[in-house]
């Protein structure tokens, strides 16, 4: 059974950084393109980012483009995102996903976002 359990989500001030876990089981990581997307207070889904199998190609949402940067460590099992210079609208719960963009699974709970003053 495919799982995914995503941790590192905080309250942090707007330019502040946080950096995001995804630990993965039950299927073979390695082979996997990885996605982060993400879901604020009464919007849709929003793909953030994404990793093939390998970690040679790595994608952006402009919206992150810059200040966000997702790898992975295969020997983990384990992928991340580091962010950077968060902004308000930042704010979102942050889901990792086995696959590309939005066509990416969801097996986690998500870690909740928040950049406040």
């Known amino acids: 059974e495919e799982q995914l359990v995503e941790s590192g989500g905080g309250l942090v001030q707007p330019g502040g950084s946080l950096r995001l876990s995804c630990a993965a089981s039950?299927?073979?990581?390695?082979?996997?393109?990885m996605s982060w997307v993400r879901q604020a207070p009464g919007k849709g889904l929003e793909w953030v980012a994404d990793?093939?199998?390998?970690?040679?190609?790595?994608r952006y949402a402009d919206a992150v483009k810059g200040r966000f940067t997702i790898s992975r460590d295969d020997a983990k099992n384990t992928l991340y995102l580091q962010l950077n210079s968060l902004k308000t609208e930042d704010t979102a719960l942050y889901y990792c996903?086995?696959?590309?963009?939005?066509?990416?699974?969801?097996r986690g709970q998500g870690t909740q976002v928040t950049v406040s003053s």
């Open positions: 996903g086995i696959g590309w963009e939005l066509s990416a699974r969801r």
């Open positions: 990793i093939g199998s390998g970690g040679g190609v790595t």
């Open positions: 039950g299927f073979t990581f390695s082979l996997h393109a």
